[in-house]
């Protein structure tokens, strides 16, 4: 089955501890991203990856790290995190930027407190 | 710079009712439109995708169109139903995606 992955699904931690939510596809994309989605601000854009090795920022990109080292992986990393970060966080895969026909696939989803 | 435009905000409907939902956009060099549905706390469901030279696309009762010359592309239900209550989101994907802050349906039994 075609599929987004995102692990942890719910995740409560304290200011300052570093973590790493997972993101992983099936579908062999080139193109990865991450989102955070807030109250009265809707969906936007943390980083997103082109290929294996090329990220760039998104709208949003304080405060998070991301890597591409295989095609099917997208980790998102906070290294310090802070309670402005509390949020729901979604990863999506689709074909390359460019193609018109490149439907996004979104994660579950993860819904990340910092206390 | 991009910006996606829902309104209304929310909008409640009768059971039976056909509804047009409204995304407008900015910058109309884009390479697709996306639809989406949520449900509360979960994540999203892609619809239809609009490529930037089609006009329309079908699925069951839905129905999405695109007019890039003049920014704006809706989201047709038909013969609604209880079950299509949902927060429905429309992104644009140009260079980037942007995602309008969504309309969310009530439908009413």
């Known amino acids: 089955e075609a599929q987004v992955t995102q692990n942890p699904r719910y995740l409560i931690t304290v200011t300052g501890k570093k973590l790493t939510v997972t993101c992983s596809q099936n579908?062999?994309?080139?193109?990865m991203s991450w989102y955070r989605q807030d109250p009265g601000l809707g969906l936007r854009q943390i980083y997103y990856?082109?290929?294996?090795?090329?990220?760039d920022k998104g709208d949003v990109p304080e405060g998070y790290k991301v890597s591409r080292k295989e095609k099917r992986n997208f980790p998102l990393i906070l290294e310090s995190p802070s309670p402005n970060q509390t949020s729901l966080y979604f990863c999506a895969s689709s074909l390359p930027t460019g193609l018109s026909y490149n439907e996004q696939f979104f994660g579950p989803g993860t819904r990340l407190t910092v206390l | 710079k991009q910006e996606v435009t829902q309104i209304p905000a929310a909008l409640s409907v009768p059971e039976g009712e056909n509804l047009v939902l409204n995304c407008s956009f900015t910058d109309s060099a884009i390479y697709n439109l996306q639809w989406f549905r949520q449900d509360p706390g979960k994540g999203l469901t892609s619809l239809l995708l609009?490529?930037?030279?089609?006009r329309e696309q079908t699925s069951g009762r839905l129905n999405a169109s695109l007019d890039k010359s003049s920014g704006r592309s809706t989201l047709y239900i038909a013969a609604s139903q209880p079950g299509d209550s949902a927060t429905y989101l429309c992104a644009v994907r140009d260079d980037k995606i942007i995602f309008g802050k969504g309309t969310r349906l009530h439908i009413l039994p």
């Open positions: 990856s082109m290929n294996v090795e090329v990220t």
């Open positions: 609009i490529q930037s030279s089609q």
């Open positions: 579908m062999n994309h080139e193109y």
